[in-house]
């Protein structure tokens, strides 16, 4: 039978384990955002240095093991003087592996763009910048919103490698408590729930943003 004094006694760490995760996953996804919205302004910039260079970082985030890029971050580090910072380590890793993919989100949701916008845009005098900021970034962003959704899900459930540089996060705070156990029924379904809860808490704000942002800029 499921023993729930089990749980509540381990609660305590699974919860330091939760936060830690959350702080993770809303970290790497702050990276992954800033830095996939660049390298796709980068290949639709027109500039072919800007092209190329956005394409080997897709292409090496895309070809290469996340578990390789996170030790390679992990150990990277020092050599720039920052020692012992497994969790900003993790962040990095994890947040440019997606940022790769969201690069290529964003890159089709931005050549979706109606052509007579931009060119509407253009004929008022915006500049570049304001192109990008004012009329193509929003629309991009509300259209990819699901697919977005859906890579920061995967992001989530990425979070349990940083424990290979020994963060304590969600996964490997319930391991910790079934080695002192020895009872991982328990444990395991009450990972698995907190896990099932940060991602219906994602979608559900995906939901509100999507919608709000739809009837702001009438896309349906």
Known sequence: MF???RVVEAWPLLAKGAWVTAQLTVAATAVSLIVGTLSAMLQLSGLRAGYWLSRVYVSA????PLLV???VVFFGLPLLGIRGEAFLAAVIAIGLNSGAFVTEILRAAVLNVPRGQIEAAEAVGMSRWQ???RTILPQAFVTSLPALTNEFTIL?????LASVVAVTELTYAGQL???RTFEPTEILLTVAA???AFVLCLSQVSRRMESRFARRWSIQ
Request: no cysteine; hydrophobic share 60%; net charge positive.
């Open 61 to 64: 985030m895309r070809g290469t």
């Open 177 to 179: 408590v079934i080695a």
């Open 131 to 133: 192109l990008w900021r």
């Open 156 to 160: 989530l459930k990425a979070t349990p």
């Open 69 to 71: 890029q996170l030790f």
């Open 3 to 5: 023993d729930v004094a």
């Open 194 to 196: 907190v896990y099932v």
